[in-house]
C-alpha cells in the first residue's frame, strides 16, 4: 500500500483531528495559552509525513499555503468579531478565506517553483498535501492568536 495515498492520509487527518479537538477543548477558556497550543499542535502533522519517508521541506509550499491562508483568516475573523461579534467572525473569516486562498496560491506557487528550481521533490501526495496544509493552517493562524492575544492583548469576550 502507499504510504502516501488517500487512505493513510485519511487515517493521519482523522487522528490528527481528534487530537486538536480534544487538546483545545481543555486550553479554549485560556486565550493567552490559545495560540502557542495551536503552534505547538502545528507540528504533529510532521509526524506522518516523517514515518512515510517524507521530507518536512517537501510539503513547504504546502505549509506556507496554509500558514498565510489561515493566518490572514484569523486576521479577518477576528475584526469580524471586533465590528459585529458572532456573525462578523463568520462573515469576515468566509469572505477573508476566500482573499487569502488567491494570495496564499500565490506564495504556494512561488514556493513550489522554487523547491523544483533546488531539486526539492515537491510532488503533491494525499498525505504530504493535506499534511502540509494541515500544519501552515496551524501555525499561521497559531501565530495570529498568539500576536493579538499576548503582544497585542485583544480580548474577544465570549457572552
Known amino acids: 500500500m502507499n504510504k502516501e495515498g488517500f487512505i493513510p492520509a485519511l487515517i493521519s487527518v482523522t487522528i ?9 477543548y481543555f486550553i479554549l477558556n485560556n486565550n493567552r495559552l490559545i495560540g502557542p497550543v495551536i503552534i505547538i499542535l502545528g507540528f ?12 518536512i521541506k517537501s510539503t513547504g509550499a504546502d505549509i506556507i ?17 471586533n ?23 500565490l506564495f504556494e506557487g512561488k514556493m513550489a517553483t ?7 521533490d515537491e ?5 504530504s498535501s493535506s499534511m502540509g496544509k494541515m500544519s501552515g493552517c496551524l501555525i499561521g493562524v497559531g501565530i495570529v492568536l498568539t500576536i493579538a492575544w499576548s503582544l497585542l492583548n485583544i480580548s474577544i469576550s465570549f457572552s
Open 123 to 127: 510532488a503533491r501526495t494525499p498525505l
Open 83 to 105: 465590528f459585529a461579534g458572532i456573525l462578523g467572525a463568520i462573515v469576515g473569516g468566509a469572505v477573508g478565506d476566500s482573499i487569502t486562498d488567491g494570495y496564499a496560491g
Open 16 to 24: 490528527i483531528t481528534i487530537v486538536i479537538v480534544s487538546v483545545m
Open 44 to 55: 504533529i502533522p510532521w509526524i506522518p509525513l516523517k514515518l512515510s519517508g517524507r521530507t
Open 114 to 120: 522554487y523547491l523544483r528550481k533546488h531539486g526539492i
Open 65 to 81: 499555503f496554509g500558514a498565510i491562508d489561515t493566518g490572514f483568516l484569523g486576521v479577518a475573523a477576528l475584526i469580524g468579531a
